[in-house]
């Protein structure tokens, strides 16, 4: 069997996309700060000197949404009014609604059926995944993983002032060589696009000092040496210039970054986005519940690789089907693993929420870099504290 390439992409927390989501989760972290039990679906979209915010909130938390998005948008480093957004000129239009009775009384099928919690009903239908492997310490997919460290990296450079003339607004690309036992064994291709000042020096040496500095400083500082060689290609702001980026170069929406927010493609995704939600919504809290069971599978040495699929219909109290795909490396059949999984995993919408303490703010974290394969408390889907007690089960 040949090798094989295989490709990842993140983004900065400046890119549009990313400030949409960060501003949708930090108002969601407000209201649950407030009210544990908001209900919150909330979308943001950003372009030129503006930010919407819209969608339905039903909350006991009073929200100052303009004070939020300005702070998040200050956070982020949008700052000079000269790029043509920064968080004291925009313009913050908000127009948001109450959640629909017919969605919340799915959700709240345990007040008709003597208020137990394990009646609650999911927010809506749906099919999520969770995804694990042992190809990085953190049990993430190698492309995402250096994807990700590069964004963080060039994040502490720039805030730092280490590179005084980068701008918040950046991508990474990361394609990995695989050989032929799927086991990953070289960076191939690296490429950062990152915005920055402009210059006044001619375009060639401002392309060349971008790009040198950007190698130097950061892709051979993130990406171990033994996975780089003489054929490695660096690939650093391809269009020799990106002046005008962040939601002046491009409109900015909540959850359109889903790919990069999980696997990098790696694992199959279900189609619904993250920031912005709270954990009634089961595209966000039924994917973290199953990266959190496919991440105690492969710790607990049971396979290398795993997949797990989990669906929901809305109103109904517990998963319609679970399904378990170790894609040949299991060391027990998938189907029996499915059978150890109930005596450890509660997979109903409020008994993952309460499994993860997802009523617990702290997602604006999350918004940024990915929400898997992170460390920190809101990272509660990141615990491998079900490991042992899954391997004792399966008698390996």
């Known amino acids: 069997m040949a090798h094989s390439l295989f490709t990842s992409e993140s983004v900065s927390k400046g890119h549009p996309d990313k400030v949409a989501d960060q501003i949708s989760d930090a108002i969601l972290d407000e209201a649950l700060k407030q009210d544990p039990n908001s209900r919150v679906a909330c979308e943001t979209l950003v372009n030129t000197g503006l930010v919407v915010i819209s969608g339905e909130i039903t909350t006991k938390a009073h929200l100052d949404f303009q004070a939020i998005a300005r702070k998040v948008i200050k956070h982020i480093g949008y700052t000079d009014g000269k790029i043509n957004f920064d968080y004291e000129s925009c313009a913050v239009l908000v127009a948001v609604d109450k959640q629909s009775p017919d969605i919340a009384q799915g959700v709240n099928a345990s007040a008709a059926e003597g208020k137990e919690d ?63 036992n799927g086991k990953p064994v070289r960076v191939d291709t690296v490429v950062v696009s990152t915005q920055h000042d402009e210059f006044v020096n001619g375009k060639e040496l401002t392309h060349a000092k971008i790009e040198k500095t950007i190698i130097d400083l ?10 780089l060689d003489k054929k490695t290609r660096y690939l650093v702001n391809p269009t020799g210039k990106f002046v005008v980026g962040g939601p002046h170069g491009d409109c900015g929406l909540t959850g359109r970054k889903i790919i990069v927010d999980t ?19 089961v595209d966000r809290s039924g994917a973290y519940a199953a990266r959190y069971v496919a991440k ?101």
């Open 118 to 180: 394990n009646k609650q009903g999911a927010g809506d239908q749906g099919m999520m995944f969770g995804y694990a492997c042992d190809e990085t310490p953190e049990l993430m997919p190698m492309p995402i993983s250096l994807a990700h460290k590069l964004m963080a990296e060039i994040q502490n450079l720039r805030e730092k002032g280490t590179i005084q003339w980068l701008r918040p607004d950046a991508k990474s690309q990361v394609t990995v060589e695989y050989d032929e």
């Open 263 to 281: 696997y990098g493609g790696m694992g199959r995704h279900g189609g619904g986005a993250f920031s912005g939600k709270d954990p009634s919504k």
């Open 218 to 227: 950061l892709i051979k500082k993130v990406i171990p040496a033994k996975l």
């Open 296 to 396: 105690n599978i492969v710790a607990a040495g049971l396979a290398s690789r795993c997949e797990i699929q989990v669906a929901y219909a809305i109103g109904y109290s517990h998963p319609v089907s679970v399904l378990v795909n170790t894609f040949g490396t299991g060391k027990i059949d998938d189907r029996e693993i499915e059978k150890l999984l109930p005596k450890f995993f509660d997979l109903s919408p409020a008994g993952l929420t309460k499994m993860l303490d997802l009523k617990k703010p702290g997602y604006f974290e999350t918004a940024a870099l990915g929400h898997f394969g992170r460390k920190g408390p809101r990272f509660t889907w990141e615990k491998t504290d079900k490991a042992e007690a899954l391997k004792k089960a399966a008698k390996i």
